[in-house]
């Protein structure tokens, strides 16, 4: 089965409503004639309404970068799915190492948000992967999986099929490490067969995979050509369009 690949820019924490809306304007004559390959981007929230109508009838789709799991509530700070698809989202990042370490969250609370995005017709990208200590432990393979076996615990394999996954080994993340093409080939495969131990082989054929720690246009070639790399989410290299755009064109 042939899979798209789908290359995602997490701006984290940077760029204001101007510096969002520039970026964007240098991407898109960059990407709008690539062919193959899905393009998206996930800016903050304070810019998500801005960049939705700069992107209308374009190829790029757009990202949050975290939800809340409830519909509306007393949850100061938080925003919720149903927002999120007012103001144009397709997609919300999941369970991000940032989230996870700096934030508490769990595969639990990721679970919930996943659901809920199903819940109203956003689909997840959720992240795994594990930190350098657990690599060094030689428990990278039973940490991913319990990562995305609880967080796309509650659904069906339909709705699976429609994940997207990002494996993340967050020592690579800002670090400049990168996993090798190996490593990170390795990861990938192994995530597809637990996908279709639990949920079939025609569903865990049709996920799609990014590779999500320090991919940047030198290397991203490389780890594309792997058979279970399906894109990248982009960190550090989102935030300029020209690199982005070379990331973009390496997967098409």
Same mark, same amino acid.
């Given at each position: 089965?042939?899979?798209?690949?789908?290359?995602?820019?997490?701006?984290?924490?940077?760029?204001?409503?101007? +510096?969002?809306?520039?970026?964007?304007?240098?991407?898109?004559?960059?990407?709008?004639?690539?062919?193959?390959?899905?393009?998206?981007?996930?800016?903050?929230?304070?810019?998500?309404?801005? #960049?939705?109508?700069?992107?209308?009838?374009?190829?790029?789709?757009?990202?949050?970068?975290?939800?809340?799991?409830?519909?509306?509530?007393?949850?100061?700070?938080?925003?919720?799915?149903?927002?999120?698809?007012?103001?144009?989202?397709?997609?919300?990042?999941?369970?991000?190492?940032?989230?996870?370490?700096?934030?508490?969250?769990?595969?639990?609370?990721?679970?919930? %948000?996943?659901?809920?995005?199903?819940?109203?017709?956003?689909?997840?990208?959720?992240?795994?992967?594990?930190?350098?200590?657990?690599?060094?432990?030689?428990?990278?393979?039973?940490?991913?999986?319990?990562?995305?076996? #609880?967080?796309?615990?509650?659904?069906?394999?339909?709705? #699976?099929?429609?994940?997207?996954? =990002?494996? +993340?080994?967050?020592?690579?993340?800002?670090?400049?490490?990168?996993?090798?093409?190996?490593?990170?080939?390795?990861?990938?495969?192994?995530?597809?067969? +637990?996908? =279709? %131990? %639990?949920?079939?082989?025609?569903?865990?054929?049709?996920?799609?995979?990014?590779?999500?720690?320090?991919?940047?246009?030198?290397?991203?070639?490389?780890?594309?050509?792997?058979?279970?790399?399906?894109?990248?989410?982009?960190?550090?290299?989102?935030? %300029?369009?020209?690199?982005?755009? +070379?990331?973009?064109?390496?997967?098409?």
């Amino acid at each position: 089965m042939a899979r798209t690949p789908f290359i995602c820019g997490n701006w984290k924490m940077h760029k204001t409503v101007g +510096e969002a809306v520039e970026l964007i304007d240098g991407l898109l004559p960059r990407i709008e004639s690539l062919a193959g390959v899905e393009v998206g981007v996930a800016p903050t929230f304070t810019a998500l309404h801005a #960049v939705s109508k700069r992107i209308t009838g374009s190829k790029i789709r757009l990202s949050a970068q975290n939800c809340h799991f409830e519909g509306q509530g007393a949850f100061t700070g938080e925003i919720s799915v149903g927002m999120l698809k007012d103001v144009g989202c397709m997609y919300s990042l999941v369970g991000h190492s940032e989230r996870r370490t700096l934030f508490g969250e769990t595969n639990d609370s990721c679970a919930k %948000k996943i659901s809920a995005l199903f819940a109203s017709g956003l689909l997840p990208i959720y992240c795994v992967g594990e930190t350098l200590e657990q690599r060094d432990g030689n428990q990278t393979l039973p940490v991913v999986t319990e990562q995305l076996l #609880v967080g796309l615990g509650n659904l069906d394999a339909g709705q #699976v099929s429609n994940v997207v996954v =990002a494996y +993340e080994p967050v020592w690579a993340i800002g670090t400049g490490r990168t996993a090798t093409p190996d490593q990170a080939q390795e990861v990938h495969a192994h995530l597809r067969a +637990e996908l =279709a %131990k %639990k949920w079939g082989d025609e569903t865990a054929q049709a996920v799609r995979i990014q590779y999500g720690g320090s991919m940047k246009p030198a290397n991203a070639a490389e780890l594309l050509a792997q058979p279970d790399i399906d894109g990248g989410l982009i960190g550090g290299a989102a935030l %300029k369009a020209d690199s982005f755009a +070379e990331i973009c064109a390496a997967a098409a």
